[in-house]
């Protein structure tokens, strides 16, 4: 029952700051709001038993992303209260439209769905028994060493790629 | 798991569709990239509940790769985001269209 309740809170906290996120004019309120989201998609992690991905969204979106983007936010200046704001056309109808369609085809579809597939091996006694640090760790250095490599390396190439973009003259 | 399945995936498509909304909807660039990022959670979230629901630690491992790559992807789109500013001067999607035929 506290499962739920916790459920409901987080879920609905994130659909409402998200809904803020794409309504609001200034653009600092979005970003807030975007970290206030996040937050809420962390709580729905670890209460998924992703304890790991719970602090990494904290630690990588909620820390590292939203920093990027206040950072440009606060060096382009680029509020919509400026010449070139957003007007209201056709598209304020259109996408809202689209949207719910997709929705109410993605909520017929949920709704007669069920899993038969054949259960894993990491249910949740046997990865409490280890930690979930412990076993995605475990799984990550041993099944997916060489993902794990490449992302490295992406990594290091979208970095240079920052730098470069970013810098006045080369 | 005492919260369904099914909960967590409607709530993903729900914020999956919030997230194209803002795409669709809005004209500012960094509105845009910040509606992108809304989608990837959603997708991550999805993998996440299945992960927990068949009792498997691919989702999860999945989920540490895409926000690593959507770290990456934040990095490289607001570079490109103030290097067109420069340019232009403004991040109005509607005036960047000088490749437009």
Known sequence: MLEQAAFTVFAAGAVLCALIVITRRNLVYSAVFLVACFCCIAGLYALMNAQFLAAAQVIVYAGAVMVLFIFVIMLLRADSTQAGAEVINFQWILGPLFAAALLFQIVGVVKSFSTTAPLGEFSPEAVAAAGNVETVGTVLFTQYIYPFELIAVLLLSAMLGAVVLAKRKI | ?101
Not at chain 2, 50 to 64: C, D, N, R, T
């Open chain 2, 1 to 101: 798991m005492t919260v369904s399945l099914n909960s967590y995936l409607l709530l993903s498509a729900a914020l999956f569709l919030i997230g194209v909304t803002g795409v669709l909807t809005r004209r500012n660039a960094l509105i845009i990239f910040m509606s992108i990022e809304i989608m990837l959670n959603a997708a991550n979230l999805a993998l996440v509940a299945f992960a927990q629901s068949l009792h498997s630690m691919e989702g999860q491992i999945i989920v540490f790769f895409v926000m690593t790559v959507a770290a990456a992807e934040v990095a490289v789109g607001l570079a490109i985001i103030i290097g067109i500013y420069r340019r232009h001067e403004t991040v109005n999607v509607d005036e960047i269209n000088l490749m437009k035929w």
